[in-house]
């Protein structure tokens, strides 16, 4: 259980559009178990979906560009590795769900078929009877009859296309699953089956799993470790407990907390983190949260603060001189 | 693609719905039943006239208007024009097939690569089509025949060269919108190759817009082989080919003019029905045309 399978460092990625140098991630540091799940919190534009896409390396092909760090998944540098080695792993050993699941899936090829492609590309050597069985048992596994793999995806509402990107994602019993946002465009009920399905598969193959959300309770209930980003950095991480005892948290954390309703105390309103996201062409040179933030020092706008604390680490000067142990 | 609360519509594939669509076209329907009759026809040639027909001359039988013995009549030579224009229909038709076929296999491949590439490949691929466009049909084709003689197989060849750009760029374009669909992205992370990509999601998904001109390339390649024909460059007389055999009528049209209307009716059928069948494609596959 604790040996890591997915080792993160220092991870730099720009976008170099005509206008502008986009710094997407700044210095991303992140380890994940075998069969940890953890979840990557953090509001849009914060660059969750572009750490998910560098472990995949996937970046748009010339304007994202990976400036320092490495990413090591499983002793395979997944920076050093070809295109041909790369295809070998997506799919096969990291696989990833969308957002959309109304367009993640080809509208023109029966569900059957594009789960059955995942399997032909990675097991050549299977029989075809295998595979189909392997369609018939992961359809089952996701809760979609097996008679209707022949049916196309416009055929199947928003919950069951979603039920089927993940039985794509799993046919090949990947070890690794980066989930992004896989709840976001469905409905609030549909979203609870879902993450119940996701959770028992989990389970079930004993999947690592990095859980891109912005809904801090959907993290609270399904992952084990958590990891807030805001402009490009990991400004928090620590278990699900400790994070949401709610006790010592870095100012955006708290103020992520105080904009969701809680159940117990009465409010007439919530509280929102005043202003925008950091411009992430032009990033403050300290703290990037110093514009928003309610307990800024002087020291916050010239010094990038380190990780402070071990276990539950946060990135801020506050918890500097209580050396980390609050 | 939900059609209105039919619900023995809703369980219909894309290619089910397009082809309901379809047939609610009229015209369409029409055009698509009098090609399949021409085709069928010259298929089954021998069932009404026999292949030696189409080259025994007789003196005695010159120009016979049409008559029981001879549905269409009789040209200078006394050939009998039903089995030149029957048989001359298997060389057109097929002609016009093997055409638009070949030009279409070039012209996915290079405009799916060029499509989902971009950039370098893009630019080089698509200059060496404009290349072609820049050239007129007629006098591309015309160059072709005079650099490597005259031949059907040439012809054919000069024919699928002036062709193919077409299909390059409407696949092109059509690949352009649909390479940042999120199902190709998940099919890159699934570990597809780029080759599979273009052939299995992107091409499939673009056809639509191919299809359709297609069909009506198609008519204008039949018009095309006619007019080589005609023009004495393209299948060379005595061999039945529709623009071949008006040619070889042209100097007694004035006198016999079903010499010069029976090609002339069968060209213009098989043009028009393939247009007729080429705008129904296009509204059937255009969902927004659906009511």
């Known amino acids: 259980m604790s040996e890591s399978l997915l080792t993160i460092k220092d991870l730099h990625v720009q976008y170099n559009t005509d206008e502008a140098v986009v710094h997407a991630l700044n210095g991303i540091n992140l380890t994940l178990k075998k069969g940890e799940a953890l979840g990557l919190v953090g509001e849009t534009g914060a660059g969750k979906t572009t750490m998910a896409l560098s472990i995949l390396q996937l970046l748009p092909a010339k304007v994202g560009e990976i400036t320092k760090g490495n990413i090591h998944y499983d002793n395979t540098d997944i920076l050093a590795a070809d295109n041909h080695n790369m295809r070998k792993i997506r799919g096969a050993k990291i696989a990833m769900i969308f957002q959309d699941p109304m367009s993640s899936l080809n509208p023109i090829l029966t569900v059957g078929d594009q789960i059955h492609e995942v399997l032909e590309l990675h097991f050549p050597e299977m029989s075809r009877e295998e595979k189909d069985q392997r369609v018939d048992d992961i359809l089952g596994l996701v809760g979609i009859q097996k008679s209707r793999k022949n049916e196309y995806p416009h055929q199947f509402s928003g919950g069951m296309k979603q039920r089927i990107g993940i039985a794509m994602a799993l046919v090949a019993e990947p070890e690794l699953l980066l989930a992004d946002e896989p709840t976001t465009a469905l409905d609030v009920t549909i979203q609870a089956q879902i993450l119940q399905l996701m959770q028992e598969l989990q389970k079930k193959f004993n999947t690592s799993m990095i859980f891109i959300t912005h809904d801090l309770g959907v993290v609270a209930e399904f992952c084990e470790n958590v990891s807030v980003v805001y402009a490009g950095e990991i400004i928090e991480t620590g278990s699900v407990e400790e994070v949401f005892a709610r006790k010592r948290n870095h100012p955006y954390t708290v103020g992520l907390f105080n904009s969701i309703p809680d159940l117990t105390t009465e409010a007439k309103r919530l509280i929102p983190i005043p202003g925008f996201m950091t411009d992430p062409t032009n990033l403050p040179v300290g703290c990037k949260f110093v514009e928003r933030c309610p307990n800024c020092m002087e020291k916050c706008k010239v010094q990038l603060p380190p990780m402070f604390g071990a276990g539950h680490k946060i990135k801020c000067f506050l918890y500097e001189d209580r050396g980390g142990n609050a | ?291």
């Open chain 2, 1 to 291: 693609m939900k059609y209105k609360n039919k619900s023995n519509l809703t369980n219909k594939s894309q290619l089910g719905l397009i082809a309901f669509r379809f047939s609610k076209n009229k015209l369409a329907m029409v055009g698509l039943a009098a090609i399949l009759l021409l085709i069928l026809m010259c298929l089954t040639a021998p069932l009404f006239i026999s292949y030696d027909q189409v080259y025994k001359q007789s003196m005695a039988n010159r120009f016979i208007t049409p008559c029981a013995e001879h549905p269409f009549g009789t040209d200078q030579y006394g050939r009998d024009l039903f089995a030149r224009v029957l048989y001359g229909g298997r060389i057109s038709l097929l002609s016009g097939l093997v055409v638009v076929a070949s030009a279409m296999v070039v012209g996915l491949t290079l405009g799916g690569a060029a499509g989902y590439f971009g950039g370098k490949v893009d630019n080089i691929i698509m200059r060496f089509c404009d290349i072609f466009m820049a050239v007129p049909r007629m006098l591309l084709s015309m160059a072709v025949v005079s650099a490597l003689g005259q031949g059907t197989f040439k012809m054919l060849i000069a024919l699928a060269v002036a062709e193919f750009p077409n299909y390059a760029r409407t696949v092109r374009a059509s690949i352009m919108t649909l390479r940042n669909q999120e199902y190709v992205e998940a099919a890159k992370c699934c570990g597809t190759s780029s080759a599979r990509i273009i052939f299995k999601h992107l091409i499939p998904n673009g056809m639509g817009p191919v299809i359709v001109s297609a069909t009506l390339g198609l008519g204008t390649t039949i018009l095309a082989i006619a007019s080589l024909g005609f023009l004495g460059i393209g299948v060379a007389s005595p061999t039945p080919e529709w623009g071949t055999i008006l040619s070889e009528n042209r100097t007694n049209i004035r006198h016999f003019p079903h010499l010069g209307l029976v090609p002339g009716i069968f060209i213009a059928i098989s043009v028009m029905c393939l247009n007729f069948v080429g705008d129904g494609l296009r509204d059937a596959l255009d969902p927004r045309t659906k009511n």
